[in-house]
């Protein structure tokens, strides 16, 4: 059966910084949530752990709890979760504490272009490297796998501060298939999911293909995925829940390929 793409479990609220539409709030997405027949919804806004030293600015648990608690809808029911991140020295914003109180969690290891200078460039190895190095540590974090999602393997930000829009496919590409497919696969064996996030509107389709062979190599190591529109803006949600359905189907995803953190 067809991956029916009932779930959004990467949503920002007016509580991210880089949010702060008023409207971007969990009565505007629940009512996404049942317009679109969502079984599942995850607000998930920027996060650091106030328990842990060296922060990148985000807020911590009790600022994204001011919204409990949830409204829930007939279909669609909001859990409240995080986007967590990680700092230039590769420390995770999150403790196993915190981390419990959370229904769902999705850990960004990409965002380097908030950490980088402003004039600092490196080549797309170095980035790859950096890329690498991060994701074995969140593997080797012992969080709670089962209720945590890989944000946005393929997003633009592993390039840092690299000029050119297109210069993370280059980060991606200096990647070598096997080793996409051996972390992937350790992603899977802990219970990860992996989130399907690409704004294939902004892709040539050349560039698309180029994206997705990383979610191909994902589905080769046997991840299961979830839908995820990162929508910061409620103008973001119906647009980006599209691109989310035609990156199902250019993978040809089932039901059974499907991340089910909640059931």
């Not at 965002?111 to 190895?125: I, P, S, T, V, W």
């Not at 399907?196 to 046997?222: I, Q, T, W």
Request: glycine fraction near 8%; proline fraction near 6%; charge should be negative.
């Amino acid at each position: 059966m067809k991956f029916i793409l009932d779930q959004d479990l990467h949503i920002h609220t007016q509580l991210s910084p880089c949010s702060s539409n008023p409207e971007q709030n969990p009565q505007t997405i629940l009512r996404y949530g049942e317009e679109y027949g969502l079984r599942d919804i995850a607000l998930t806004d920027h996060f650091w752990d106030e328990a842990v030293p060296g922060g990148v600015g985000w807020q911590g648990y009790a600022y994204i709890s001011k919204w409990l608690p949830l409204p829930q809808g007939e279909r669609t029911r909001l859990h409240l979760g995080c986007e967590a991140d990680m700092n230039r020295a590769n420390v995770i914003g999150l403790t196993r504490e915190t981390a419990e109180k959370l229904e769902f969690i999705t850990v960004s290891i990409n965002h380097l272009h908030f950490q980088m200078g402003k004039d600092e460039r490196h080549g797309a190895g170095w980035y790859a490297e950096q890329f690498k190095k991060r994701w074995n540590v969140l593997l080797d974090s012992g969080l709670p796998y089962r209720k945590m999602g890989l944000a946005h393997p393929t997003y633009r930000g592993v390039a840092g501060n690299m000029p050119d829009p297109r210069d993370h496919l280059d980060v991606l590409e200096a990647i070598p298939d096997g080793v996409w497919l051996d972390m992937f696969a350790r992603t899977e064996k802990l219970g990860m999911g992996v989130e399907l996030n690409a704004k294939n509107n902004e892709y040539s389709p050349d560039d698309f293909e180029r994206v997705l062979r990383v979610y191909r190599l994902a589905v080769e190591a046997g991840c299961h995925f979830y839908g995820a529109t990162d929508s910061h803006h409620p103008a973001h949600l119906a647009p980006r829940h599209e691109n989310c359905v035609k990156l199902i189907d250019a993978l040809g995803l089932t039901e059974d390929q499907k991340f089910l953190p909640f059931d």
